[in-house]
């Protein structure tokens, strides 16, 4: 049989053990609710799945749901192809401590925000221009000094972003942010 | 506390015993003492004191794929867990159950560096199934059970309990509960019925059907084996299996096109790349497998059944996808199949089996066995010839040699053949020998070798005579890593950087410093007397067999090029086998 050379897509494959394929399929953000058991190196487990295999986070939150604190639910937002995306949900799914895995923007309608601290160092008519924007942006006081303040905003990531962005503009600034938190909507209850 | 409290470290072997478990791999360390006293008071568990700590996990590896039951480690804290990284990646790669217990420092020194602290759980995270780290003793018993019921439920693989020495010290009582289960970890063995209907019917159109089947088959059990040869005689549609699920059908049967893959036969590629239904059974269409992924059985609808959700459409996409265990899923398939009247038709099949016998008599596997060196193909073709009748175990190392007795050697049944396949692991061979041996005191157990990987573990020697295990290993010495010889030379035009077998020691007097028999062959008219010579000796063998250096292993598939752009070798192609372009392709 005579070998047909290299085709045209692999063509600059260099001789190696593995098919080395660009992906260009489309990548989209996913946001998935897993809930697991609240013990130790749970976190790691997960965090360590998505380094281990080459997946992004984005955002990652956690905290204890149920009543007696023996459950907990991390959100995580992530990007990928569709295999890449059904991959992360297998994988967390086989995780031993995890109870389920919801990917929140395949199941359906959903209510996804975060919530951020930030400190703006401003004077005279910045002070009075930040306080303006934050009415806007519906961002309540949390501290102030005669030099600066800290709001305290909530709501989808893009409207976060962008009062960061009109308070860099007013003076230096520090962030805190919380990573989404997402939930369905409905009366549907997810079961831990 | 009950006055029938006993230690943490009778409480970790009353839990092992209770499990029905009755050998355990493992060299001692401060960490363990507490349980090898607790082992040196009881004799229901033997304990195989290794030399080396990987050789203890690829025992109990070897140990498990001969028996079906999990395999047990023992090791100390520090070195002694990290020494077992390398066999926990091997049965995690390969879905071998174990489970292993590493000792810990006192947990009030946890996280201070103290001697021979390490961060086992961390470390082992990402190379076991599921991990531990008991921290009060009254978590110890059901966590020793649980650990058995996750490492051999689903898909199996390695579980690591690390037990801090004061929670060995500790005392509590022993409850004997030995059901595991897991409140959340409850994995799916039986299948949809709506999906093995749809299979059915997809199976009874085909026109060019193949059945792919791996490692998941041997996991099943010895009844998904025997399922799956009844429906492959019941259908008469051809079937190939995975390096890891050879003996899952027997080779023998004319169904069977051999193993598929980078260095499988042209019949078994050529059938997967023009199928137009392909169920792939318990297998998880590896690299070594698809090749280009693109070209991969480009005009076929496939099926696949697999335990483990995660296998499913991780590489390639299936069109239709079944989470069951292997043997459930093939006895409902088998049942659904009776069950209807439409049988699929026997001329397209008949038309398919043409074509197959077509692409079967390439003989893909020929080679010249003439000349004065032997040939590495007809040593193990005659080791297979002159052992067949007393059903061998066999177990490998990695290279050339673990793929010429993938091609070479038959395999009938189940639990025959262990090689370390995902991870590719040199050294595996010798000890997963001595663990099925252990498992099989009267078989005849043969680790086909490599000379430069059998010195990876050469050290388990030791252990072979400590407790009379009359291990055989087969070594052909090609003077190279030919594996890498041979890519060099394909691939890096022949430039064959470090490859060579430089300052070998003298296997015959290694063989005798270790009390071991040894054998030399080096004239082809030798070869059937030293084979023989090996294996009528009741006691470990080592038989070196001086082979052809240049050999190389075909077919192969070079990587990123697709099944039906498959290299042959100089019998079938002549001397220019591979032209400059191919080359690239490596
Ligand atoms: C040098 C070298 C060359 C190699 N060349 C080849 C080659 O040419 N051809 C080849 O085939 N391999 C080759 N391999 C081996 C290869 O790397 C893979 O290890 C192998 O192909 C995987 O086999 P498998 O698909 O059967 O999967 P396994 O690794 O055996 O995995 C088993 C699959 O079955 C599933 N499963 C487990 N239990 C069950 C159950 N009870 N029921 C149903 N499903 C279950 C698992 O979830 C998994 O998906 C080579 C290895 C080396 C080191
Ligand atoms: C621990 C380890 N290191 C390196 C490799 C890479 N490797 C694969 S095959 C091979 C050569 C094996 O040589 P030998 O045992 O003599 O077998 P042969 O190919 O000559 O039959 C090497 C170095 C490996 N698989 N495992
Ligand atoms: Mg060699």
């Not at chain 2, 009030?108 to 990402?126: S, V, W, Y």
């Not at chain 2, 089947?213 to 041997?218: K, Q, R, S, W, Y």
């Not at chain 2, 991780?314 to 093939?330: C, G, Q, T, Y």
């Not at chain 2, 009247?341 to 016998?357: G, M, T, V």
Request: glycine content about 8%.
């Amino acid at each position: 049989m005579a070998i047909s050379g290299p085709s045209e897509k692999n063509a600059k494959q260099p001789g190696a053990a593995y098919e080395f394929i660009s992906n260009t399929e489309d990548k989209r953000r996913h946001t998935f609710a897993v809930i697991v058991d609240n013990e130790p190196g749970v976190l790691a487990r997960v965090i360590g799945l998505f380094s281990g295999r080459g997946y992004n986070i984005e955002s990652l939150t956690v905290s204890t749901v149920t009543e007696d604190e023996s459950t907990s639910r991390i959100n995580i937002v992530t990007i990928g192809t569709a295999m890449v995306i059904e991959q992360i949900k297998a994988q967390l799914e086989r995780l031993v401590p995890v109870h389920n895995v919801h990917d929140l923007t395949i199941e359906g309608p959903h209510v996804e925000k975060e919530l951020a601290l930030v400190k703006v160092k401003a004077t005279d008519h910045q002070r009075r221009e930040s306080l303006r924007i934050a009415d806007i942006y519906k961002a309540r006081v949390a501290d102030t000094t005669l030099e600066s303040f800290v709001f305290l905003i909530d709501g989808e990531a893009e409207k976060v972003d962008s009062f960061i962005e009109m308070m860099r503009a007013l003076g230096e600034v520090e962030v805190a942010r919380s990573g989404v938190v997402a939930i369905s909507r409905g009366s549907t209850i997810t079961p831990v | 506390m009950s006055t029938d409290a006993i230690s943490g470290a009778e409480i970790v072997i009353k839990a092992l015993a209770d499990q029905g478990v009755d050998v355990v791999f493992g060299y001692p360390g401060g960490a363990v003492l507490p349980i090898y006293d607790a082992l040196f008071k009881q004799n229901h568990i033997r304990h195989i004191l290794v030399r080396h700590e990987q050789g203890a996990v690829h025992a109990a590896e070897g140990y498990a794929r001969s028996t079906g039951k999990p395999g047990v480690v023992l090791v100390t804290s520090g070195p002694g867990a990290t020494n077992a990284v390398t066999g926990l990646t091997d049965a995690l790669l390969d879905s071998i159950p174990l489970v292993c217990l590493t000792g810990q420092v006192p947990t009030h020194l946890i996280g201070n560096d103290a001697f021979q602290e390490c961060d086992t759980t961390g470390i082992t995270r990402p190379c076991t199934k599921h991990n531990y780290l008991v921290k009060r003793v009254d978590d110890l018993e059901k966590t020793m059970h649980e650990a058995f019921y996750v490492a051999t439920s689903g898909r199996p693989g390695p579980v690591v309990i690390d037990i801090p020495k004061d929670v060995q010290f500790a005392s509590h009582d022993y409850q004997g509960k030995t059901n595991g289960h897991h409140k959340t970890y409850r994995p799916q063995v039986k299948a949809d019925h709506a999906r093995i209907e749809e299979a059915v019917e997809l199976l009874m159109n085909a026109k060019k059907p193949v059945i792919y089947a791996g490692g998941g088959v041997i996991n099943s059990g010895p009844a998904a084996s025997q399922l799956l040869t009844d429906f492959v005689r019941m259908t008469n549609f051809p079937v190939t299996l995975t390096l890891m699920g050879l003996g899952a059908f027997p080779a023998q049967d004319p169904q069977f096109l051999g193993m598929l893959g980078m260095h499988g036969t042209y019949e078994a590629n050529w059938a997967m790349h023009d199928c137009d239904v392909m169920l792939c059974l318990g297998a998880r269409f590896d690299d070594r497998i698809t090749g280009r992924v693109d070209a991969f059985a480009p005009n076929s609808k496939k099926i696949h059944i697999d335990i483990d959700p995660s296998s499913i459409n991780k590489n390639v996409r299936v069109d239709l996808p079944i989470v069951a265990d292997a043997a459930h899923a093939m006895e409902d398939l088998i049942k659904v199949w009776k069950s209807k009247h439409k049988k699929p038709s026997e001329a397209a099949l008949a038309a398919w089996w043409k074509q197959i016998e077509e692409w079967r008599s390439k003989d893909c596997l020929a080679y010249d066995p003439e000349g004065e060196t032997i040939k590495p193909q007809h040593a193990i073709k005659r080791l297979y010839e002159l052992t067949k009748d007393r059903d061998p175990l066999i177990t490998t190392e990695v290279g050339q040699h673990q793929m010429w007795a993938a091609q070479y050697f038959q395999f009938e049944k189940p639990n025959r053949w262990m090689t370390s396949g995902g991870l590719g692991t040199m050294g595996y061979g010798m000890p997963a020998a001595i663990g099925a041996q252990l498992a099989h005191p009267e078989k005849l157990v043969i680790d086909i070798a490599g000379e430069a990987s059998i010195l990876m573990n050469i050290q388990e020697m030791s252990t072979a005579v400590q407790y009379r295990l009359p291990v055989k290993v087969f070594v052909l010495n090609n003077q190279y890593m030919g594996m890498v010889r041979q890519w060099q030379e394909l691939l890096h035009g022949s430039r064959y950087s470090e490859s060579y077998s430089e300052a070998l020691p003298d296997f015959l007097k290694l063989a005798e410093a270790y009390g071991w028999k040894g054998v030399r062959v080096t004239d082809p008219a030798d070869l059937d007397a030293g084979i023989q010579e090996m294996i009528d000796h009741d006691g470990p063998v080592f038989c070196e067999i001086a082979v052809d250096q240049s050999e190389n292993c075909y077919p192969m598939i070079p990587s990123g090029a697709a099944h039906n752009e498959m290299l042959l070798g100089p019998v079938q192609e002549g001397e220019e086998a591979i032209d400059e372009k191919g080359k690239v392709l490596v």
